[in-house]
């Protein structure tokens, strides 16, 4: 038998690891975010939206390319934007443990030093005028297109964090609607 590491519990033959974040990660761990993260489809889109942005940004401007990351997550559509040639990325998350763990992707990719992530809520961020964001990321997006707050804090965003013309991504949206007739509904319903 190997010898046993100090952190090795014989009684049930399980490493134990002795974390100050573990609730956070538990938290993460519970999220919604790995269905996001895993669907491919979606971040390719994402991916390509951005890099068009920034593109008819560099054509159409000549100014450095500042992205506000509104509930960044993971850190993705920040770590999207610089790979896709932004010069800096503002990016904010209210959710603590999500803020320690879009910190340290970014940092093991290497991309720190070009995107700063704020602790809180975008309704509770200020900016200075030197960096006033040009384009707009996002994924505030749920199944009903609205629920978790994007148009509150797109409008916000427009009053007090973003330049006049800055770029969306996403740009729009589209919901469809199907109405369904439940019988006997009105019977249940009482």
């Given at each position: 038998m190997p010898p046993l590491d100090d952190d090795f519990d014989e009684d049930d033959g399980h490493k134990v690891i002795e974390?100050?974040?573990?609730?956070?990660?538990?938290?993460?761990?519970?999220?919604?975010?790995?269905?996001?993260?895993?669907?491919?489809?979606?971040?390719?889109?994402?991916?390509?939206?951005?890099?068009?942005?920034?593109?008819?940004?560099?054509?159409?401007?000549?100014?450095?390319?500042f992205v506000l990351d509104i509930g960044t997550g993971t850190g993705l559509l920040s770590m999207m934007s610089i790979i896709s040639g932004a010069d800096k990325v503002i990016a904010c998350e209210q959710s603590m443990p999500m803020v320690?763990?879009?910190?340290?992707?970014?940092?093991?990719?290497?991309?720190?030093?070009?995107?700063?992530?704020?602790?809180?809520?975008?309704?509770?961020?200020?900016?200075?005028?030197q960096d006033v964001?040009?384009?707009?990321?996002?994924?505030?997006?749920?199944?009903?297109?609205?629920?978790?707050?994007?148009?509150?804090?797109?409008?916000?965003?427009?009053?007090?964090l973003v330049k006049p013309n800055t770029m969306f991504v996403p740009a729009k949206g589209r919901i469809w609607i199907q109405l369904k007739i439940i019988p006997n509904f009105r019977k249940h319903r009482d």
């Open positions: 974390d100050d974040l573990f609730d956070y990660y538990q938290d993460v761990a519970r999220s919604s975010f790995d269905d996001m993260l895993h669907d491919d489809e979606r971040n390719q889109l994402f991916f390509q939206a951005i890099q068009k942005s920034i593109k008819k940004l560099r054509q159409t401007m000549n100014e450095k390319i320690s763990c879009a910190k340290n992707i970014i940092n093991l990719n290497g991309m720190a030093d070009r995107i700063q992530i704020f602790p809180k809520h975008s309704t509770s961020l200020t900016l200075d005028d964001p040009n384009l707009l990321v996002a994924e505030l997006l749920d199944t009903e297109l609205i629920g978790e707050g994007c148009l509150y804090a797109y409008s916000d965003a427009i009053k007090r």
